[in-house]
Nanobody, 133 residues
């Protein structure tokens, strides 16, 4: 059974930093895509960042490019989201997600305009990030 557990959220002031962690267990897809999504109150969930476990291009939403960095530690089965220069608009519930295994879906992540949420079949419970001015 696949389980994703996020940690590291909290409250921070504008311009501050946070690092989110997501530890996966039971996920056997060695070339799968791991991602961070977020959902702010009253808004749709959006993909923020993504990577392939075995390396390759990365995806970043335009709104976070240059401020957020996604990375993965295979030894710890953990994906991170380093968030710098945080803004009030970054306030949201952040979710870790893992791709449902599909060898036919191997896009160049950096060329995507958005992350297709329907490709991700495994989700964490979410963790709150609040940025105050």
């Amino acid at each position: 059974q696949v389980h994703l557990a996020e940690s590291g959220g909290g409250s921070v002031q504008v311009g501050g930093s946070l690092r989110l962690s997501c530890t996966t267990s039971g996920y056997q897809y060695s070339s799968g895509c791991l991602a961070w999504f977020r959902q702010a109150p009253g808004k749709e969930r959006e993909g923020v960042a993504a990577l392939y476990i075995n390396g390759g291009s990365l995806f970043y939403a335009d709104s976070v490019r240059g401020r957020f960095t996604i990375s993965h530690d295979s030894a710890k089965n953990t994906v991170y989201l380093q968030m710098n220069s945080l803004k009030p608009d970054d306030t949201a519930m952040y979710y870790c997600a893992a791709e449902t295994e599909d060898l036919r879906w191997r896009p160049i992540l950096g060329q995507l305009s958005r992350l297709p949420e329907e490709r991700f079949g495994y989700w964490g419970q979410g963790i709150q990030v609040t940025v105050s001015s």
